[in-house]
């Protein structure tokens, strides 16, 4: 393959020595010296001996032209010699003899001089054209040379690499037939361009081509014309070069740059936003349309179900219909789905193109599958919402119209873990500022209630002291009750405060030392249930006994404390004339001997959203949240207690109708049965 300017070259050389001319030359040499011999030397014609040394030099060079000189010159010596005599001749002849050797080597020396010259050039042309070849194949561009019909007269490696095509597969063809132009740019077409390079000489510009295999390729093109020396045209040369690959990195680089600016500017609206709802909302907003025509999240809140999903669509009209599927079509945690499958598993789903079957399948219905089509639904994504391993949640995003790739999925993925994240903040500053609350209200409650007996003894201890001043006789008897009144209430004031006490070594994770010693449940739960008969005239509080006791290893005041705690908690929350039951029973299971007391009552009753939780500490129900007052911590003490002794406490309860709570203990031996005895303290 060589390049027009090479054939150029060739040309001019050869018109200063052609080869093909030699013979012709020494014809005429020959031609010449024959008629000076003839004329002026009076020589018969030496001509066929020139001519032979003439063509050898023509064929052999040098060399065999002077071999050819040696023996037209010997011939010469031998014919013209004198005869008889060696080497002697007559003048005339010796004039002849010289002009012979003279003619011979000057036609062996000239023609094989000007054959070797010849030569020399002609391998300088072969030199110049392998230099041009390998440097048009070492070229990383695509070069295309064509004639004037334009067709390809070079094709160089590159081209090759380029297109797909090899040099013996398009050289001749015109090159537009070979690489025909899909797309200009700069938004001209093939004539124009054509109309351009031929006015202008040249064009440079991008262009998208076709590769041998079908895809399409960028090509930045520089095409220019090859001009003769006279001016005509003979051809066009090409320089491309294939930018495909810059191309997608400079689409992609952009892409990531918007992509990070995009993250970053969710992360600070994100970080922002200490709201739960807000968060979302938030979410839902930033999504369109940068990642989706519409986006739908749904939750998954703090008692386990779902919450009320939050939606967006980049028109807002049709958000009306979003919320209309949803109603049509709630989604439950219990069934199987798309959205449910990624809320059970964390699982992300990537569906790039949703077809008429798939829309069908994710229909409920006729109605259902148009209002998705109306809302646009092309191609859609599920990304969980996941915190600290948790899943909180899942986001669905659709595309009416491109179809999703994988880097939409990963962009999708690294919002929602920022998302995550928010709204795990949301649930934590909520959480610190209820537990906030939550502190105020037990600093509140426990000071209000250590405050009221520091009050009544403050008042008994005046009453006393006042009396004594007035040297009053000391009457024994109201003495005794006075300071009965003061025990009974810092008793009161020390289980209240030895159960801070309690909850504080728990909240520290520190073990409670139980007292235990031999000890009658049977007599606490009258004891106790005696003491809160009597702080209440509203209540009535029945105890069912089947045993005359129940004896086991127990600490006796805190299960006083416990048992405290479940009768106060029954007062407190049920109506003023409802009755309170307390048994005590025993119970033998897997050769285990166990107490058990029931507390129930017909009050309140605890939600069934709140009751997993109701031991948490500082956990208290929806339904006297703000209504009655507590601290949330009793619960968590008295179960606590329990569970340390080897037994449990636990709850039944629905709301509105009451609650039983339930204590069971270890036994160290089996109580002696008794017929069930019902008693009241308030009932004479
Ligand atoms: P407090 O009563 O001081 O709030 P507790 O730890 O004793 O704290 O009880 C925790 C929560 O359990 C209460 O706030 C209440 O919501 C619920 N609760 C406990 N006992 C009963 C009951 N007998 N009836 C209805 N709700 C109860």
């Given at each position: 393959?060589?390049?027009?300017?090479?054939?150029?070259?060739?040309?001019?050389?050869?018109?200063?020595?052609p080869?093909?001319?030699?013979?012709?030359?020494?014809l005429?040499?020959?031609?010449?010296?024959?008629?000076f011999?003839?004329?002026?030397?009076?020589?018969?014609?030496?001509?066929?001996l020139f001519?032979?040394?003439?063509?050898?030099?023509?064929?052999?060079?040098?060399?065999?032209?002077l071999?050819s000189?040696a023996?037209t010159?010997?011939?010469t010596?031998?014919?013209?010699?004198?005869p008889?005599?060696f080497?002697?001749?007559?003048?005339?002849?010796?004039?002849?003899?010289?002009?012979?050797i003279?003619?011979?080597?000057?036609m062996a020396?000239l023609?094989?001089?000007?054959?070797?010259?010849?030569?020399r050039?002609?391998?300088e042309?072969?030199?110049?054209?392998?230099?041009?070849?390998?440097m048009?194949?070492?070229v990383?561009?695509?070069?295309?040379a064509?004639?004037?019909?334009?067709?390809?007269?070079?094709?160089n490696?590159?081209?090759e690499?380029?297109?797909?095509?090899?040099a013996?597969?398009?050289c001749?063809?015109?090159?537009n037939?070979v690489?025909p132009?899909?797309?200009?740019?700069?938004?001209?077409?093939?004539?124009?361009?054509?109309?351009?390079?031929?006015?202008?000489?040249?064009?440079?510009?991008q262009?998208?081509?076709?590769?041998?295999?079908?895809?399409?390729?960028?090509?930045?093109a520089?095409?220019?014309?090859i001009?003769?020396?006279?001016?005509?045209?003979?051809g066009?040369?090409a320089?491309n070069?294939?930018?495909?690959a810059?191309?997608?990195?400079?689409?992609?680089?952009?892409?990531i740059e918007?992509?990070q600016?995009?993250l970053?500017?969710?992360s600070?609206?994100?970080?922002?936003?200490?709201?739960?709802?807000?968060?979302?909302?938030?979410?839902?907003?930033l999504?369109?349309p940068?990642?989706?025509?519409?986006c739908?999240?749904?939750?998954?809140?703090?008692d386990?179900?779902?919450?009320?999903?939050v939606?967006?669509?980049?028109n807002?009209?049709?958000?009306?219909?979003?919320?209309?599927?949803?109603?049509r079509?709630?989604?439950?945690l219990?069934?199987?789905?798309?959205?449910?499958?990624?809320?059970?598993?964390?699982?992300t789903?990537?569906v790039?193109?949703v077809?008429h079957?798939?829309?069908r399948?994710?229909?409920?219905?006729?109605?259902?599958?148009?209002?998705?089509?109306?809302?646009?639904?092309n191609?859609y994504?599920?990304v969980?919402i996941?915190?600290?391993g948790?899943t909180?949640?899942?986001?669905?995003?659709?595309s009416?119209?491109?179809?999703?790739?994988?880097?939409?999925?990963?962009?999708?993925q690294?919002?929602?873990?920022?998302?995550?994240?928010?709204?795990?903040?949301?649930?934590?500053y909520?959480?610190?500022?209820e537990?906030?609350?939550?502190?105020?209200?037990?600093?509140?409650?426990v000071?209000?209630?250590?405050?009221?007996?520091?009050?009544?003894?403050?008042?008994y201890?005046?009453?006393?002291?006042r009396?004594?001043?007035?040297r009053?006789?000391?009457?024994?008897e109201?003495?005794?009750?006075?300071?009965?009144?003061?025990?009974?209430?810092?008793?009161k004031?020390?289980?209240?405060l030895?159960?801070m006490?309690?909850?504080?070594?728990?909240?520290?994770?520190?073990?409670?030392?139980?007292?235990q010693?031999?000890?009658?449940?049977?007599?606490?739960?009258?004891?106790?249930?005696?003491?809160?008969q009597?702080t209440?005239?509203?209540?009535?509080?029945?105890?069912?006994?089947?045993?005359?006791?129940l004896?086991?290893?127990?600490?006796?005041?805190?299960?006083e404390?416990?048992?405290?705690?479940?009768?106060?908690?029954?007062?407190?929350y049920?109506?003023?004339?409802?009755e309170?039951?307390v048994?005590?029973r025993?119970e033998?299971?897997?050769?285990a001997?166990w107490?058990v007391?029931?507390v129930?009552?017909w009050?309140?009753?605890?939600?069934?959203a709140?009751?997993?939780?109701i031991?948490?500490?500082?956990?208290?129900?929806g339904?006297?949240r703000?209504?009655?007052?507590g601290?949330?911590?009793?619960?968590t003490?008295?179960?606590?207690?329990?569970e340390?002794?080897?037994g449990?406490?636990t709850?039944?309860?629905?709301?509105?109708?009451?609650?039983?709570?339930?204590i069971?203990?270890p036994?160290?031996?089996?109580?002696?049965?008794?017929?069930p005895?019902w008693w009241?303290?308030?009932?004479p």
């Open positions: 393959m060589f390049s027009s300017s090479t054939l150029a070259y060739k040309r001019w050389n050869m018109k200063r020595w080869l093909s001319r030699g013979p012709l030359v020494t005429l040499v020959a031609i010449g010296l024959e008629g011999s003839r004329l002026l030397l009076d020589i018969p014609s030496a001509a066929p001519l032979a040394v003439a063509y050898a030099a023509f064929l052999g060079g040098v060399q065999s032209g071999v000189a023996i010159i010997a011939y010596l031998y014919a013209y010699a004198t008889g005599s080497l002697v001749y007559s003048d005339n002849n010796v004039i002849r003899v010289l002009v012979t003279g003619t011979s080597l000057g020396l023609v094989g001089g000007l054959k070797r010259r010849a030569e050039d002609q391998s042309i072969l030199r110049i054209q392998r230099y041009q070849t390998l048009l194949q070492s990383s561009d695509s070069i295309i064509t004639d004037a019909q334009f067709r390809i007269q070079t094709w490696r590159a081209s690499m380029t297109y797909g095509w090899s013996a597969e398009v001749g063809k015109p090159i037939h690489l132009v899909v797309r200009y740019l700069d938004n001209i077409d093939d004539e124009q361009a054509k109309d351009l390079i031929l006015r202008q000489s040249f064009w440079n510009g262009v998208i081509q076709t590769h041998r295999d079908g895809h399409e390729i960028l090509i930045e520089s095409v220019r014309l001009h003769d020396a006279d001016g005509s045209m003979v066009v040369v320089v070069r294939d930018v495909t810059q191309q997608q990195e400079r689409t992609e680089r952009a892409r918007e992509r600016h995009f970053g500017q969710a600070a609206v994100l970080a922002d936003s200490l709201d739960y709802e807000s968060t979302i909302n938030t979410v839902t907003q999504a369109i940068h990642l989706a025509d519409w739908v999240i749904h939750l998954i809140g703090e386990g179900t779902l919450r009320r999903p939606a967006a669509h980049v807002p009209e049709l958000i009306e219909i979003i919320r209309e599927l949803q109603q079509n709630p989604i439950e219990g069934e199987d789905g798309p959205i449910t499958r990624t809320l059970h598993t964390g699982e789903q990537l790039p193109v077809d079957v798939r829309m399948a994710v229909s409920s219905d006729d109605y259902h599958y148009r209002m998705l089509g109306e809302l646009g639904f191609s994504m599920i969980p996941i915190a600290h948790r909180l949640g899942a986001a669905t995003f659709v009416g119209g491109r179809s999703y790739t994988a880097a939409d999925l990963e962009h999708a690294d919002l929602m873990r920022r998302c995550g994240l928010a709204v795990d903040n949301a649930r934590l909520r959480d610190a500022q537990a906030i609350q939550t502190r105020d209200q037990l600093m509140l409650t000071t209000h209630d250590l405050k009221n007996p520091i009050s009544a003894i403050k008042g201890a005046n009453f006393l002291r009396r004594l001043q007035r009053d006789t000391p009457d024994a109201w003495l005794e009750d006075g300071l009965a009144k003061i025990d009974t209430t810092t008793t004031m020390t289980g209240l030895n159960e006490l309690d909850f504080a070594r728990l909240q520290a994770g520190q073990m409670l030392d139980l007292d010693r031999p000890t009658d449940l049977s007599a606490i739960v009258s004891q106790t249930v005696a003491e809160y009597q209440t005239e509203r209540h009535c509080i029945y105890v069912a006994a089947s045993v005359a006791e004896v086991g290893l127990y600490d006796t005041a805190r299960l404390r416990v048992l405290a705690n479940l009768l106060s908690n029954a007062i407190k049920s109506p003023d004339g409802s309170i039951m048994e005590v025993h033998s299971k897997a050769g001997c107490a007391i029931n129930q009552d009050g309140l009753g605890i939600p069934a709140d009751l997993p939780h031991f948490d500490p500082f956990r208290r129900a339904n006297v703000g209504r009655v007052r601290t949330g911590i009793g619960l003490i008295a179960q606590r207690i329990v340390l002794h080897g449990s406490l709850v039944a309860s629905v709301e509105d109708e009451g609650s039983t709570f339930t069971r203990l036994m160290t031996a089996l109580p002696a049965e008794a017929p005895v009241n303290e308030a009932l």
